[in-house]
């Protein structure tokens, strides 16, 4: 067996004094979507953040590896160059800051990590001009500012084109199917799927089995109180929406 | 009171009482400043009498009026009586012979900021008997002015070539007691720029001091003065952004600007002057009073200034919005990062019917800084219909450092609309994260983040300097933000 892509162990991660994960392990192999479900307050932000090196949280003990290297030593701008792709929750407004600005300057990033050449400015727009059309997005929306006035939706259709055009190894996304309406779930959900290819892995981190009617995952896990209590096929997550989460508590408690 | 002075011949006769060093062959003043001070760098010029009887009456006003300290800013005392106030243009054998003498630091700065190499020369101060292209490009561009009726000169110049209109409109803005460094600048102002655009003539360049030749030193008290005569436009670039070697601690520069009926006026400065070492040891003292009036209906004048530069900097430039229908515009980006401090804003004082103006002024404060917005707007009796717009955001990079607002406003008009918006804003963790998620350096994320903020005003400035602006704010705040 080759090594998986993430391979999560022993994770345990606290902000002060509170341990919001205790001790996690999972292993996310290229070519695979997982999907990480769990009620509210179960950590799944959490691992999200610590992943892609948001500061405010101490890792106290365990080890993550990413393409067989300890992501968790590298500095967060680093993660992003190897390829880790985190889809916020709540994407911040850049007030002035053009998307096309930021999208190339992260693309070029990326591409100067790799020796590769920076783009210019003709093959980005119409690299960027094809995944805006598979994300049904308006022209006008190069030269808005980062999320700036976006609908929660717009928001969550910017940071999957930011996905498509990155094109990451690993792309974690933080709920983004909430806030979405049926018509906005599904572009998202194609674009997810545009993603998905034998080397690169998604964990989609979700309360809901809608998103997973679009983007059929091969692992589902259940998270809670900072720990994977559950792990199964893509029936657990059908046995989620019709149980909820309460059987598996008792179970775990 | 100038009756009573001695005529210019006499003076020069009489050789110098005190505080001179040397006859009037020389170069250089001792330190000190009184009426033979003035009589000396009035006659050192070759000025008329109209003009040296100003500059005495200019002296006498400084003399009554006391250095204002009602601004958020905190210096040592200046000592008036210590500063040498004339001194001639260094002679070439002076400063470094060649790039290889110059600061490596203050060569990197440049080479960060896109100078060219042969500019790099002329900015360190390096001995160079020709300005390269410049001098080319400035004859064309004498040429293509003179044709429009231009006059585009130093102002020394322009006191021999055109003294009629100079006695015309010298302080007809800003009077010699106006405020206190305005008083010493009249007094003792040595050169700076002359700018007379005639009648329906629209200027066919951007009028920029970078080609203003034969002017490299104007020394720390320089006196602009732009007219633009009815129907009239012109757009007038002061400043660099790569910093300026300089030995002088105190600069009190003085600009006037007139704008006739329809005339407008686009004045934009870049301001970069040493701000002192990370430990606030040195840097410049800035003390300017800017002023334009809009004297004539329709008239518009727009001031758009970047201020990364001085230790100290206290500065207003402002709109008397006289004519009917005339316009003010401010817009202002002031970044304040180790110890500098700034005391800046503007004043838009509405006298005319249907006035209008808009503030807009961004102050980004870093380290141990301090930006103080302090502006004013003023809607006289007669202004119907006055409005004004002000907006002023701060935003903070750091804990130690402070930003302040300060707004004055007056309406004696009850028909005006005066609106006022102010936020103070952290550099937000969010936001820089989500940049370095997208793979950008820390710096480069700061530098996007502030450039966004500023947007407003760098899209007012011309095209180039925009770039060179943005350019600028990524030097100034490098390792602001740890």
């Known amino acids: ?253 | 009171m100038s009756t009573q002075d001695p005529s210019l011949d006499a003076l020069l006769a009489r050789g110098y009482q005190h505080g001179f060093v040397t006859d009037i062959e020389s170069d250089t003043v001792a330190p000190g400043l009184d009426r033979d001070t003035v009589r000396f760098i009035s006659a050192k010029k070759g000025e008329p009498q109209f003009l040296l009887d100003w500059r005495l009456q200019a002296l006498d006003r400084w003399y009554e009026m006391k250095e204002p300290h009602w601004a958020k800013l905190q210096y040592k005392p200046i000592d008036y009586q210590d500063i040498s106030y004339y001194s001639a243009p260094k002679a070439k054998t002076d400063g470094p012979k060649s790039l290889a003498d110059v600061d490596p630091k203050l060569l990197a700065t440049y080479e960060k900021l896109g100078v060219p190499l042969h500019e790099r020369a002329r900015l360190a101060g390096v001995a160079v008997d020709a300005v390269f292209d410049s001098v080319s490009v400035a004859t064309t561009f004498k040429d293509r002015l003179s044709a429009a009726g231009v006059i585009f000169c130093p102002f020394s110049e322009a006191v021999h070539n055109h003294p009629e209109l100079i006695e015309r409109w010298l302080g007809t803005v800003v009077p010699y007691g106006d405020n206190y460094y305005a008083a010493l600048n009249s007094a003792v102002f040595t050169d700076g720029s002359f700018v007379y655009i005639p009648k329906g003539v629209r200027c066919p360049m951007e009028l920029s001091t970078y080609f203003r030749i034969n002017a490299a030193k104007t020394g720390q008290f320089e006196r602009t003065l732009i007219v633009a005569d009815e129907g009239s436009h012109v757009s007038y670039l002061e400043g660099c952004t790569a910093p300026m070697r300089d030995e002088n601690q105190l600069h009190a520069a003085v600009v006037e600007l007139l704008a006739l009926d329809d005339a407008q006026i686009k004045y934009s400065t870049v301001q970069n002057w040493y701000p002192g070492d990370e430990n606030g040891v040195g840097g410049i003292y800035n003390f300017v009073t800017k002023r334009g009036e809009c004297r004539g209906r329709n008239s518009r004048i727009s001031w758009t200034q970047v201020e990364t530069g001085s230790a100290i900097t206290w500065k207003y430039p402002s709109c008397v919005l006289r004519g009917e229908n005339s316009v003010g515009e401010f817009y202002s980006v002031a970044v304040t990062a180790n110890y500098q401090q700034a005391d800046t804003g503007t004043k838009m004082i509405h006298i005319g019917a249907n006035t209008r103006s808009t503030i807009v002024s961004k102050g980004i404060s870093a380290g141990h800084a301090q930006n103080t917005y302090r502006g004013q707007v003023s809607v006289m009796p007669g202004a119907h219909g006055a409005r004004n717009f002000t907006q002023c955001d701060s935003l903070l990079l750091g804990g130690q450092c402070g930003a302040h607002t300060v707004p004055y406003i007056e309406v004696k008009n009850p028909q005006a609309t005066v609106e006022h918006e102010a936020s103070t804003s952290r550099i937000s963790e969010e936001q820089l994260f989500y940049c370095l998620q997208r793979g950008l350096s820390q710096e480069d994320a700061i530098n996007l983040i502030v450039g966004g903020f500023c947007k407003t005003v760098f899209r007012e400035l011309p095209m180039e300097f925009a770039v060179e602006a943005q350019n600028l704010l990524a030097v100034s705040l490098e390792g602001a933000v740890g």
């Open chain 1, 1 to 253: 067996m080759t090594t998986p892509l993430l391979s999560i162990r022993d994770l345990r991660v606290r902000i002060g004094d509170r341990e919001v994960l205790q001790g996690i392990n999972l292993d996310v192999p290229a070519g695979q979507v997982h999907a990480i479900m769990g009620p509210n307050g179960s950590g799944k932000s959490s691992l999200s953040h610590v992943l892609a090196g948001k500061p405010g949280y101490t890792v106290t003990g365990g080890s993550v590896l990413f393409k067989g290297q300890d992501l968790l030593a590298l500095p967060a701008e680093e993660r992003a160059r190897e390829g880790m792709f985190l889809g916020f929750q709540y994407p911040v407004e850049i007030p002035g800051v053009n998307n096309a600005y930021l999208l190339r300057a992260a693309l070029n990033a990326a591409r100067r990590h790799r020796s590769e050449p920076e783009v210019d400015a003709f093959d980005f727009l119409a690299l960027v001009k094809s995944r805006m059309q598979l994300m049904r997005m308006d022209e006008s929306f190069l030269s808005r500012g980062v999320n700036e006035g976006f609908s929660g939706g717009e928001k969550k259709r910017n940071e999957i084109l930011q996905m498509l055009v990155l094109e990451p190894s690993l792309a974690v996304l933080d709920e983004t199917d909430s806030g979405l309406d049926i018509d906005a779930l599904k572009v998202v959900a194609a674009g997810i799927q545009t993603l998905r290819a034998p080397d690169r892995a998604i964990v989609l981190v979700t309360h809901y089995q809608r998103l997973l009617d679009h983007v059929a995952p091969d692992q589902v896990h259940v998270l809670a109180r900072g720990r994977i209590i559950k792990s199964g096929g893509p029936e657990l997550a059908l046995e989620l929406e019709r149980r909820g989460y309460d059987w598996l508590l008792d179970d775990a408690a």
